[in-house]
């Protein structure tokens, strides 16, 4: 399709937008406050110390045991590191995760194959983590245009050798006309063309990491609203309903029995706890 000139998009159903509408719900009905999602502290301290802690059950990409490990290792204190550990779990820039870590905490040197390199990695602490950084360093160090950076992304992500040997010549020579030796501009190359096979959208990864962060803001600043809404999106799903009332047990909330005067059809957020949903009630 883009070879004739369309638009490629996909759209994405995400049940998380839903687990944060209900939770805004919750939220004005039970304290009369408007939870805008665009508004939040991106900086909010309680947020990334739950985080750091590892409880992230309920918590969109970040729920999983590898995931909650990796964050009690990590801990992320800004929103820059949630985009990175999302771009970086996942096969191929995993093996990179213990040093990003090392870096992050001081354990290990962040070292720059060049100067010029510095402000395109500093973010991630020297390693290469977005799709987004091999454009634009095919840009400020090989002198690519940004439609050229994006052509050897590709070219790259497919292993078209073709095309590739084409780019390197190219790459390797506005490197070193940019102060850079030949062995570096070269060092350099192979490590783009290693890391380009399991390269991660960074503007993919952000648009996940902040949806990761609106819900761990929702967790540690309304826990029973944010545990409520949770439960409720997955009536239906026995075995997560189950997961979810422990993990409400963890935090010290109690999950009460169906009652015919407070239940409602989903679960209902209490000074006392969560009110049991009469939906998830089998037969």
Not at 53 to 58: M, Q
Not at 71 to 86: G, H, K, T
Request: proline share 5%; charged share 25%; with cysteine.
């Amino acid at each position: 399709s883009e070879k004739v000139g369309l638009l490629k998009v996909d759209f994405l159903g995400l049940a998380t937008l839903t687990l944060i509408h209900y939770a805004a719900q919750n939220i004005r009905n039970r304290h009369g406050v408007d939870f805008i999602p665009g508004d939040l502290d991106l900086e909010d301290a309680p947020t990334y110390e739950m985080l750091g802690r590892g409880e992230a059950k309920g918590i969109f990409q970040f729920e999983s045991e590898g995931m909650r490990q990796l964050l009690r290792d990590a801990r992320p204190n800004c929103l820059e590191d949630l985009i990175a550990l999302n771009a970086m779990y996942r096969p191929g820039p995993m093996e990179n995760i213990p040093s990003f870590v090392a870096r992050k905490h001081g354990r290990e040197e962040i070292v720059y194959l060049h100067p010029m390199l510095e402000p395109i990695l500093s973010n991630t602490y020297g390693i290469i983590v977005y799709q987004e950084q091999v454009i634009r360093i095919a840009n400020v160090v090989g002198g690519f245009s940004l439609p050229d950076g994006d052509s050897l992304r590709k070219a790259m992500g497919k292993k078209d050798q073709d095309l590739m040997d084409k780019f390197e010549g190219q790459f390797v020579d506005g490197a070193v006309g940019n102060g850079f030796s030949r062995e570096q501009a070269i060092a350099l190359w192979d490590q783009l063309k290693q890391f380009a096979e399991y390269g991660f959208n960074k503007s993919h990864a952000a648009a996940y990491a902040f949806l990761a962060f609106q819900t761990a803001w929702l967790k540690a600043h309304y826990p029973r609203e944010f545990m409520a809404a949770l439960l409720t999106i997955e009536i239906g799903a026995q075995s997560k309903v189950s997961e979810y009332i422990q993990e409400c047990q963890q935090m010290g909330i109690d999950v009460l029995p169906p009652d015919v005067n407070e239940s409602g059809a989903a679960f209902t957020p209490l000074d006392e706890g969560i009110r049991f949903g009469l939906e998830a009630i089998k037969g």
